[in-house]
């Protein structure tokens, strides 16, 4: 609202089918697609700009729903669509005038950014939410082998345990090492992970604006 964008909230929308996908549900995750697809498509008729994602997961496999119901007479089309407009809340916001929002900031709290992977790997938009935090006047400590996974990883992190528990003890080490007040992340599946490694609060980067 304080940038000037409204958001309709889409009844009949859902779980974007990412966690079935990963695992064996592959025609649960499809069934999943098009009921979002059904949710979202009188609103595309309508003119929205764009179908926004808060948690990087999700939108990564969004944006893919195109490929994924490509052998759909009845979707692929619609899919294509929805593809083409999902954004992550980032990708919108950077593009305002962040200066709306610093009233909102604690400015110069110390936080350490994760960007996921499903955002900077995936949707390609790393370093996207740091300006974001940055403009907002957020002081972000450095963070050694920022590429690497913290973990989580979908469903990774119930599968392999062992190996998921070596890459957050890693991750948090890194994050940790400026003693930051708060960890910042852009994915609802990489917070709870960090969170359960670590007695710095780690909040998704919406919050810490809002």
Known sequence: NRLGI????????????????????HDESLDFARRNIDAWWPHVEQGIEAIVMTASGCGVHVKDY????????????GA???????RDLSEIVVKEDLSKL???????IKIAVHTPCTLQHGQKL?????????????E?????????????AGTY???QRDLSQQLLRRKLGHLEA????????????????????????????????G
Not at 66 to 77: F, N, Q, V
Not at 80 to 85: F, M, Q, S, T, Y
Request: aromatic residues 2%.
């Open 6 to 25: 409204s958001l309709i909230t889409a009844k009949g929308a859902g779980c974007c089918g990412a966690a079935s996908h990963h695992t064996s549900g």
């Open 66 to 77: 195109g490929h994924l119901l490509r052998g759909d007479a009845a979707y692929a089309s």
């Open 80 to 86: 294509k669509r929805i593809a083409e407009l999902t």
């Open 102 to 108: 610093k009233g909102a900031a604690l400015q110069g």
């Open 126 to 138: 790393n370093g996207v939410v740091e300006k974001i935090l940055r403009g907002c006047g957020f």
């Open 140 to 152: 972000l400590v450095p963070v050694a082998e920022s590429h690497l996974c913290c973990g989580s």
């Open 157 to 159: 992190s119930i599968l």
């Open 178 to 209: 400026s003693a930051p007040a708060q960890i910042v992340t852009a994915n609802i599946g990489c917070q709870t992970h960090l969170q359960s490694g670590t007695a710095i609060p780690v909040r998704h980067w919406v919050e810490v604006i």
